[in-house]
T-cell receptor
Framework: GAGVSQSPSNKVTEKGKDVELRCDPI?????LYWYRQSLGQGLEFLIY????????KSGLPSDRFSAERTGGSVSTLTIQRTQQEDSAVYLC????????????FGEGSRLTVL | AQKVTQAQTEISVVEKEDVTLDCVYE???????LFWYKQPPSGELVFLIR??????QNEISGRYSWNFQKSTSSFNFTITASQVVDSAVYFC???????????FGGGTRVLVKP
């Protein structure tokens, strides 16, 4: 489709395991964001990629979290040694512009850490 | 630091009633952008409106209207003659021109009963 695609849509893992979440942005969008939404909560900013610039990692909650964006397109969010508090919906968004661009969101990846 | 506050966590109305969602923001920037997003039960956030800090004109789009007042740092959203399909969580968000991230409020859950 033409929208932001995220996979997997659901992931259940055991505490201590590593997980990878994938985001395929809208073609041509230079900006890509990861947000986290815990149950019944608002959206927490995690990381932002813009073109070839260094990513803004200021929202990553710990060094267990990392993300990369290959070739300016697909992004992978990796969570190492998952903890129960990592359980949330991880949302990816992309946009055409920088500061004032509308963000297009994917449907999210729901992570459950047992 | 930027901050968005949505004081109402949940609003319940009967169909055809009007409902106003409050949004108050904090920023030190003189140039910034305000947004409203809708998150229906399916989970995917849908963009509703963007307003820049230089444009205080109120806007109406069908049954939706927005009231931006810089003097009170508010950007309120009204749904007129609500319908069951309006049931969703609504997020207000702020982006400073100098920054990368979109900061979201905690969201307001709107429940429209038939």
């Amino acid at each position: 489709g033409a929208g932001v695609s995220q996979s997997p849509s659901n992931k259940v893992t055991e505490k201590g395991k590593d997980v990878e979440l994938r985001c395929d942005p809208i073609s041509g969008h230079t900006a890509l964001y990861w947000y986290r939404q815990s149950l019944g909560q608002g959206l927490e900013f995690l990381i932002y990629f813009q073109g070839n610039s260094a990513p803004d990692k200021s929202g990553l909650p710990s060094d267990r979290f990392s993300a990369e964006r290959t070739g300016g397109s697909v992004s992978t969010l990796t969570i190492q040694r998952t903890q129960q508090e990592d359980s949330a919906v991880y949302l990816c968004a992309s946009s055409l512009e920088g500061a004032n661009g509308e963000l297009f969101f994917g449907e999210g990846s729901r992570l459950t850490v047992l | 630091a930027q901050k968005v506050t949505q004081a109402q966590t949940e609003i319940s109305v009967v169909e055809k009633e009007d409902v106003t969602l409050d949004c108050v923001y904090e920023t030190r920037d003189t140039t910034y952008y305000l947004f409203w997003y809708k998150q229906p039960p399916s989970g995917e956030l849908v963009f509703l409106i963007r307003r820049n800090s230089f444009d205080e004109q109120n806007e109406i789009s069908g049954r939706y209207s927005w009231n931006f007042q810089k003097s009170t740092s508010s950007f309120n959203f009204t749904i007129t003659a609500s319908q069951v399909v309006d049931s969703a969580v609504y997020f207000c968000a702020l982006r400073e021109a100098a920054g990368n991230k979109l900061t979201f409020g905690g969201g307001t859950r709107v429940l429209v009963k038939p």
